[in-house]
């Protein structure tokens, strides 16, 4: 079985241009999340789909973040503009149930911003 | 919300034993997870505990003490492919996020 893969691992862009990344969770796991590590911090929350619908989106930044999950497969988390702080990793992870402390988490895709 | 709190760095020789901490400061408490990662690898889950005591899976254990909003995870036998960033997660509510801490760096060393 597949785990949850990420694309792609790294990026690297100018301040001001656009960047999408992709995540394809593990088949038949409605729940799909973000989350992101700025350099020595911590894995920090951006959002949670179930099937294709939002959770809960309380860790977004701003709206220059705007993330999707059309029919409820793989998901994308677009960054426009980017800014120098929006540097770091982004994770994605997924599960088979709402609620569960075992997320599988992909190899992040890493977003540096010059 | 919640924080969580432990150490950012922890060394230990190969063949012993570490405990690395996690306290946490939650509205409600519905479980603490550990994860490992290695440098550019994915976070690897470990272990949850929802209720007081140990649990044991291997050479790792992890501990709860929901009266004390504390628990641990306890890496016996050490090797040096277990030199990574380990981090506790909890979440409060069943529909909440799960929130993680800033992460342990353990080097094992011969």
């Known amino acids: 079985e597949a785990g949850v893969t990420q694309f792609p691992s790294h990026s690297v862009i100018e301040k001001g241009q656009t960047v999408t990344l992709r995540c394809d969770p593990i088949?038949?796991?409605?729940?799909l999340y973000w989350y992101r590590r700025v350099m020595g911090k911590e894995i920090k929350f951006l959002l949670h789909f179930v099937k294709e619908s939002k959770q809960d989106e309380s860790g977004m930044p701003n709206n220059r973040f705007l993330a999707e999950r059309t029919g409820g497969t793989y998901s994308t988390l677009k960054v426009q503009p980017a800014e120098l702080e929006d540097s770091g990793v982004y994770f994605c992870a997924s599960s088979l149930r709402t609620g569960t402390g075992e997320l599988f988490f992909g190899e992040g895709s890493r977003l540096t911003v010059l | 919300g919640q924080s969580l709190e432990q150490p950012s760095e922890v060394t230990a020789v190969e063949g012993a034993i570490v405990q690395i901490n996690c306290t946490y400061q939650t509205s409600g408490f519905y479980g603490l997870s550990w994860y490992q990662q290695h440098d550019g690898g994915a976070p690897t889950f470990l272990s949850y505990?929802?209720?007081?005591g140990l649990e044991e899976t291997g050479r790792f254990s992890s501990f709860l003490s929901r009266s004390d909003s504390y628990g641990y995870l306890l890496l016996q036998e050490l090797q040096m492919k277990d030199s990574a960033s380990y981090f506790c997660a909890v979440r409060d509510k069943g529909n909440t996020p799960l929130v993680f801490g800033k992460g342990t760096r353990l080097s094992v060393i011969a």
């Open positions: 088949s038949g796991h409605d729940n």
């Open positions: 505990n929802a209720l007081d």
